[in-house]
């Protein structure tokens, strides 16, 4: 059956569609519709999503946050090795380095200046960080031994190196490169608090 009305286009029906048309006497669209919950019924639970993954993610990030290196430098030398020294400061949990690379050399060591002629040294740099303590890597003591240098090292120029907790996780810390002479980090320059301090002027 062949309904007509339309100026340009034919709608061609089937037979029981024809049938309902004339039925009815009109032409209707069928909308679909999602069914209405029973009255008293309770509306559907919703997924709840396991929050685990949520609380690893706090974790780490509250045991990242744990651990602080700060003022971490070396001296300017062509030499194939050099000394980096550094502070690592424990909020409140113990932890331990577990490991130290760089990409500006072979490997990392962790050595210490002895009353013997000859100082110690460890391949895999392993240091116990106190449950709210400080760990001064400097010199006359223990500090990080950078070998194989791929380019020396030019004063006022930095890199990073990336330390290894057991707690918390990767930590990567800027090293600051200070003149063949240097015995300290620098003193921060402005008073504390001061946040006009380094700030070129125009």
């Known amino acids: 059956m062949t309904?007509?009305?339309?100026?340009?286009?034919?709608?061609?029906?089937?037979?029981?569609?024809?049938?309902?048309?004339?039925?009815?006497?009109?032409?209707?669209f069928a909308q679909a519709t999602l069914p209405l919950p029973a009255p008293g019924a309770n509306p559907p639970a919703t997924t709840v999503p396991n929050?685990?993954?949520?609380?690893?993610?706090?974790?780490?990030?509250?045991?990242?946050?744990?651990?602080?290196?700060?003022?971490?430098?070396?001296?300017?030398?062509?030499?194939?090795?050099?000394?980096?020294?550094?502070?690592?400061?424990?909020?409140?949990?113990?932890?331990?380095?577990?490991?130290?690379?760089?990409?500006?050399?072979?490997?990392?060591?962790?050595?210490?200046?002895?009353?013997?002629?000859?100082?110690?040294?460890?391949?895999?740099p392993a240091v116990d960080i106190p449950a709210g303590g400080t760990v001064n890597l400097g010199p006359g003591g223990r500090y990080l031994m950078l070998v194989g240098l791929k380019a020396p090292l030019k004063e006022g120029e930095g890199f990073l190196i990336t330390l290894h907790f057991d707690k918390a996780g990767t930590e990567n810390a800027p090293v600051k490169v200070l003149g063949p002479a240097a015995n300290s980090y620098p003193p921060v320059a402005g008073r504390r608090g001061d946040t006009t301090a380094n700030v070129s002027q125009r």
């Open 3 to 28: 309904i007509r009305g339309f100026s340009k286009t034919n709608l061609t029906l089937s037979g029981a569609a024809a049938a309902a048309i004339l039925m009815s006497g009109s032409l209707a």
């Open 51 to 124: 929050d685990a993954a949520a609380k690893a993610r706090a974790a780490a990030l509250a045991a990242k946050a744990n651990v602080d290196v700060s003022e971490a430098w070396t001296r300017a030398t062509s030499a194939p090795n050099a000394p980096v020294y550094l502070h690592i400061v424990s909020a409140k949990d113990p932890d331990r380095l577990i490991g130290i690379d760089t990409a500006i050399a072979k490997s990392v060591e962790l050595h210490e200046d002895t009353p013997q002629a000859q100082p110690r040294f460890a391949l895999a």
